[in-house]
């Protein structure tokens, strides 16, 4: 029998209750790791009206549910279990918006891949990932779940994910579904809020926001998630345009649509819909297959259907993309494949190589102007300071999965294992958000015998992620204090203060950024985040990581982006009358791309052929790398453009391309880059593509500051 004629014919013998279920996804009443909010759901799966489970790990727990599913419920249907695997499963890996800063796809997909064999040897089928929303407002938490500020990064990071998760054959015993999330614009919520309106132009949304689900679903990915928010007043779960129109018209996206949590019901409160039938109905009709956590389906549609707001061809069409895609993962073959064999011992230990790598290449290194990193190798003494310096459950990150609370190695346990000749003193001095200052002095009286100081400091894990949004863009608690205290005590004692931040966002902290000796931006670097701290500090390994979002100065810049336009007044210090602050520059405190190393970089002899291209031809872009430093260290070179001239103002900077290159000290060498010129459309007037002769210069540099990136002009040609 076909795969469609099973299909047709399950759904020819399927109930409404149990079409129904394999359209509702609910947390499991069992012994999960997650909120259990939704009771028993035993007897239901028995019944088959249900038909999806998410937050439930082990495979001991999921065989069990599959079992009363496929041996027990009337048409053996098998359940489909989703889990939120963000950046990592039971071995968490730095995240997203930490790894972004890798600028490495080979990672990207890397990470995904072993993170979707842990999660499937727990019975996972499907990731509630990759999180590819553009984010460029750290008032919000959730831009670190995702790619950071750029759509050309969001898209590679997108491909690289669902290659990561969904890997060659989605039904193979190591593969999940990857659901890419949250469609879409999410990031540009109103002031920052969590879950609050969006209202982007259509070229926003085009340009900046659907780019990386463009790629998405390009690179095969098999599910999307709406976002909780409206765009324009449309809430994204009932956006008819967005969802029927623009995904699955426009991108012939045939794939399972499933909810973000409740996000039916909650129709509701955006006042679309009178009751939970109303709700449901323009979910189906928008169409949307699997409801989670709402129960807006089994209660809300047979309602809606005798109110004649749907009919049962857009229920069965439903039916139909969730049973393909229970075929798709193999999971009537073989409803017991994933989960069926345990992990070695050989490939964990792996795996947290790879995740130590991994984080110790996501370190973006923001400042270092003595040169006081790396360590001292004649070192003897070291203090360690900070509510950050030993807090294994930090480590992880929001989105921390299955992961334990501990075990995930701290920086005072990184250090102590890497430099166990050492005199390694700890205070954590204050707690992260207490205003109990009483832990100071003693933390200050470590740098008495210290010869240098490891101050770790910023946000606990909770304070960013989802429903984490902050105001204040500072050091949470009285962390300043201690702060300002070390710094100043080290000044007497003249030792360096290396810092380590740990944060979810770019923390607007110029008072330490500038008072400290070194800043490495630590983000959250999962489950070996202490031994990579210690190979930055050891000099073990060089930083390489950059920074994936613009770094603010002030909480006032924000949004604050590189790829802005540059209107009829660009910023010019010498006229007042032009688009600046009275007190601060335009400019980032650390540029996109960011991130220093311990080489010493210099660009040169910028390359770009042919000097006229048309739209079918491809440009190549060459530059000259000289590593002029004392280390070994690896360089990131970004490819942008700029459209000088064009029926529409282009942004003052786009990014088309990255490359990384490792040099040796006085190693010399050449990254080539080569660009489709068909990269250079954009958007006209009737934000349809197109390809406009005329010069557009091509720059290339260490990151997105026009100062620092050599220019070359190429003419595009009809
Ligand atoms: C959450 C998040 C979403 C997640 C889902 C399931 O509210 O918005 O990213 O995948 O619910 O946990």
Same mark, same amino acid.
């Given at each position: 029998?076909?795969?469609?004629?099973?299909?047709?014919?399950?759904?020819?013998?399927?109930?409404?209750?149990?079409?129904?279920?394999?359209?509702?996804?609910?947390?499991?009443?069992?012994?999960?790791?997650?909120?259990?909010?939704?009771?028993?759901?035993?007897?239901?799966?028995?019944?088959?009206?249900?038909?999806?489970?998410?937050?439930?790990?082990? &495979?001991?727990?999921?065989?069990?549910?599959?079992?009363?599913?496929?041996?027990?419920?009337?048409?053996?249907?098998?359940?489909?279990?989703?889990?939120?695997?963000?950046?990592?499963?039971?071995?968490?890996?730095?995240?997203?918006?930490?790894?972004?800063?890798?600028?490495?796809?080979?990672?990207?997909?890397?990470?995904?891949?072993?993170?979707?064999?842990?999660?499937?040897?727990?019975?996972?089928?499907?990731?509630?990932?990759?999180?590819?929303?553009?984010?460029?407002?750290?008032?919000?938490?959730?831009?670190?779940?995702?790619?950071?500020?750029?759509?050309?990064?969001?898209?590679?990071?997108?491909?690289?994910?669902?290659?990561?998760?969904?890997?060659?054959?989605?039904?193979?015993?190591?593969?999940?579904?990857?659901?890419?999330?949250?469609?879409?614009?999410?990031?540009?919520?109103?002031?920052? $809020?969590?879950?609050?309106?969006?209202?982007?132009?259509?070229?926003?949304?085009?340009?900046?926001?659907?780019?990386?689900?463009?790629?998405?679903?390009?690179?095969?990915?098999?599910?999307?998630?709406? &976002?909780?928010?409206?765009?324009?007043?449309?809430?994204?779960?009932?956006?008819?345009?967005?969802?029927?129109?623009?995904?699955?018209?426009?991108?012939?996206?045939?794939?399972?649509?499933?909810?973000?949590?409740?996000?039916?019901?909650?129709?509701?409160?955006?006042?679309?819909?009178?009751?939970?039938?109303?709700?449901?109905?323009?979910?189906?009709?928008?169409?949307?297959?699997?409801?989670?956590?709402?129960?807006?389906?089994?209660?809300?549609?047979?309602?809606?259907?005798?109110?004649?707001?749907?009919?049962?061809?857009?229920?069965?069409?439903?039916?139909?993309?969730?049973?393909?895609?229970?075929?798709?993962?193999?999971?009537?073959?073989?409803?017991?494949?994933?989960?069926?064999?345990?992990?070695?011992?050989?490939?964990?230990?792996?795996?947290?190589?790879?995740?130590?790598?991994?984080?110790?290449?996501?370190?973006?290194?923001?400042?270092?102007?003595?040169?006081?990193?790396?360590?001292?190798?004649?070192?003897?003494?070291?203090?360690?300071?900070?509510?950050?310096?030993?807090?294994?459950?930090?480590?992880?990150?929001?989105?921390?999965?299955?992961?334990?609370?501990?075990?995930?190695?701290?920086?005072?346990?990184?250090?102590?294992?890497?430099?166990?000749?050492?005199?390694?003193?700890?205070?954590?001095?204050?707690?992260?958000?207490?205003?109990?200052?009483?832990?100071?002095?003693?933390?200050?009286?470590?740098?008495?015998?210290?010869?240098?100081?490891?101050?770790?400091?910023?946000?606990?894990?909770?304070?960013?992620?989802?429903?984490?949004?902050?105001?204040?863009?500072?050091?949470?608690?009285?962390?300043?204090?201690?702060?300002?205290?070390?710094?100043?005590?080290?000044?007497?004692?003249?030792?360096?203060?290396?810092?380590?931040?740990?944060?979810?966002?770019?923390?607007?902290?110029?008072?330490?950024?500038?008072?400290?000796?070194?800043?490495?931006?630590?983000?959250?670097?999962?489950?070996?985040?202490?031994?990579?701290?210690?190979?930055?500090?050891?000099?073990?390994?060089?930083?390489?990581?950059?920074?994936?979002?613009?770094?603010?100065?002030?909480?006032?810049?924000?949004?604050?982006?590189?790829?802005?336009?540059?209107?009829?007044?660009?910023?010019?210090?010498?006229?007042?009358?032009?688009?600046?602050?009275?007190?601060?520059?335009?400019?980032?405190?650390?540029?996109?791309?960011?991130?220093?190393?311990?080489?010493?970089?210099?660009?040169?002899?910028?390359?770009?052929?042919?000097?006229?291209?048309?739209?079918?031809?491809?440009?190549?872009?060459?530059?000259?790398?000289?590593?002029?430093?004392?280390?070994?260290?690896?360089?990131?070179?970004?490819?942008?453009?700029?459209?000088?001239?064009?029926?529409?103002?282009?942004?003052?900077?786009?990014?088309?391309?990255?490359?990384?290159?490792?040099?040796?000290?006085?190693?010399?060498?050449?990254?080539?880059? $080569?660009?489709?010129?068909?990269?250079?459309?954009?958007?006209?007037?009737?934000?349809?593509?197109?390809?406009?002769?005329?010069?557009?210069?091509?720059?290339?540099?260490?990151?997105?500051?026009?100062?620092?990136?050599?220019?070359?002009?190429?003419?595009?040609?009809?």
């Amino acid at each position: 029998m076909s795969a469609l004629s099973q299909i047709e014919s399950l759904i020819g013998e399927m109930t409404l209750p149990e079409k129904l279920g394999q359209l509702t996804m609910t947390a499991a009443g069992y012994a999960v790791t997650g909120p259990i909010i939704a009771g028993d759901s035993t007897e239901a799966i028995k019944a088959g009206t249900i038909g999806n489970l998410l937050n439930m790990v082990g &495979a001991e727990h999921v065989h069990e549910m599959q079992r009363l599913a496929v041996e027990e419920s009337r048409l053996h249907i098998p359940l489909l279990i989703g889990y939120d695997v963000v950046h990592g499963h039971r071995t968490v890996f730095p995240v997203p918006l930490a790894e972004a800063g890798l600028f490495d796809p080979r990672v990207w997909e890397l990470t995904a891949r072993e993170a979707a064999t842990e999660a499937a040897a727990d019975g996972i089928a499907m990731a509630f990932a990759p999180m590819l929303d553009v984010a460029r407002d750290p008032r919000w938490g959730r831009g670190i779940e995702g790619p950071g500020e750029d759509p050309f990064v969001g898209a590679r990071f997108a491909e690289a994910k669902v290659r990561g998760f969904q890997g060659r054959d989605l039904s193979a015993p190591d593969a999940i579904a990857s659901v890419a999330k949250h469609y879409c614009a999410y990031g540009a919520v109103t002031a920052g $809020r969590d879950y609050g309106s969006v209202d982007v132009s259509e070229r926003a949304l085009r340009e900046i926001y659907l780019p990386p689900f463009e790629a998405a679903i390009a690179a095969g990915a098999v599910s999307v998630m709406p &976002a909780f928010t409206d765009i324009a007043g449309v809430p994204m779960t009932a956006n008819v345009r967005m969802l029927q129109g623009w995904l699955r018209e426009r991108l012939k996206f045939s794939g399972v649509i499933v909810t973000d949590y409740n996000a039916i019901a909650e129709l509701m409160r955006h006042g679309i819909a009178a009751d939970l039938p109303e709700a449901a109905a323009l979910a189906l009709a928008a169409g949307v297959d699997i409801d989670m956590m709402s129960d807006a389906y089994r209660r809300g549609l047979p309602i809606a259907l005798e109110r004649g707001l749907v009919n049962i061809a857009q229920v069965d069409a439903a039916v139909r993309r969730v049973l393909a895609l229970k075929l798709r993962l193999g999971l009537f073959a073989d409803p017991y494949r994933r989960g069926a064999t345990s992990e070695t011992a050989v490939t964990l230990a792996a795996r947290r190589r790879l995740a130590r790598e991994v984080a110790s290449r996501a370190i973006v290194m923001l400042t270092n102007p003595g040169d006081v990193l790396p360590l001292s190798a004649a070192l003897n003494s070291l203090a360690v300071i900070g509510p950050l310096a030993d807090s294994s459950i930090d480590m992880r990150g929001p989105w921390w999965g299955a992961s334990a609370e501990v075990g995930h190695v701290t920086v005072l346990e990184g250090l102590r294992a890497s430099l166990p000749g050492l005199s390694i003193q700890y205070s954590a001095g204050v707690a992260i958000d207490s205003v109990d200052v009483s832990g100071i002095d003693a933390a200050v009286d470590l740098c008495r015998t210290a010869q240098a100081v490891i101050l770790c400091v910023g946000e606990s894990a909770a304070m960013s992620g989802e429903a984490a949004c902050r105001a204040h863009l500072d050091l949470p608690g009285r962390q300043r204090d201690l702060c300002e205290a070390v710094l100043k005590r080290a000044k007497s004692h003249r030792i360096p203060v290396i810092v380590v931040l740990f944060s979810g966002r770019p923390l607007i902290v110029p008072w330490l950024t500038e008072g400290a000796d070194a800043v490495l931006a630590a983000w959250f670097l999962g489950s070996e985040a202490g031994n990579a701290v210690a190979d930055i500090v050891t000099g073990r390994i060089s930083p390489g990581g950059r920074t994936a979002v613009s770094w603010p100065r002030a909480l006032g810049q924000v949004p604050i982006y590189f790829g802005d336009r540059p209107g009829g007044r660009p910023e010019n210090p010498k006229d007042r009358y032009t688009s600046q602050y009275l007190d601060v520059p335009n400019s980032p405190q650390f540029p996109f791309g960011h991130g220093l190393t311990y080489g010493r970089f210099r660009l040169a002899n910028l390359r770009v052929t042919p000097d006229r291209a048309g739209e079918g031809d491809t440009i190549e872009v060459r530059v000259d790398v000289a590593n002029e430093g004392a280390r070994s260290a690896e360089e990131t070179v970004f490819l942008f453009s700029h459209d000088k001239v064009a029926s529409v103002s282009r942004p003052v900077l786009e990014l088309k391309g990255f490359a990384k290159i490792a040099l040796a000290p006085s190693e010399n060498g050449t990254v080539t880059m $080569r660009l489709p010129a068909v990269a250079l459309r954009f958007l006209g007037i009737d934000l349809e593509p197109v390809f406009e002769p005329g010069e557009v210069e091509i720059l290339v540099g260490p990151c997105a500051d026009r100062s620092q990136l050599l220019v070359a002009t190429i003419n595009l040609t009809p």
